[in-house]
């Protein structure tokens, strides 16, 4: 199974970047997506999981802000990202694992990970 996550980069606080995760090797179609994110120094944190059939679920930090979403045709899930904030600089990464979880906010949940793109936001 590989995760390639890409579109992280600068951006002014108020704007926007979206990231994306392309994924192989696994049943994309039916495999819950997440993205965390990680600043030196502390734990990685949950932003956003989406399962299929569920409803997304995010942190609150980044409610009403970050979008989840997937193509599954493309094998790709995405976080879109409005509003940005210089507390959302971080490294992003993407994670997925075979069925869903009730512990979709805990990092330990996910067997697979994207290697991190970083998103740094100026004030």
């Known amino acids: 199974v590989q995760l390639q996550a890409s579109g992280g980069g600068w951006v002014q606080a108020g704007g926007s970047l979206r990231l994306s995760c392309a994924a192989s090797g696994l049943s994309f179609g039916v495999s819950p997506m997440a993205w965390f994110r990680q600043t030196p120094g502390k734990e990685r944190e949950f932003v956003a999981a989406?399962?299929?059939?569920?409803?997304?679920r995010y942190a609150d930090s980044v409610k009403g802000r970050f979008i989840i979403s997937r193509d599954n045709g493309k094998n790709t899930a995405f976080l879109q990202m409005n509003s940005l904030k210089p507390e959302d600089t971080a490294d992003y990464y993407c994670?997925?694992?075979?069925?869903?979880?009730?512990?979709?906010?805990?990092?330990?949940?996910?067997?697979?990970w994207g290697q991190g793109t970083q998103v740094t936001v100026s004030s």
């Open positions: 989406g399962g299929i059939g569920r409803a997304p």
């Open positions: 994670a997925s694992r075979r069925v869903w979880i009730t512990t979709y906010h805990n990092p330990k949940s996910y067997d697979y």
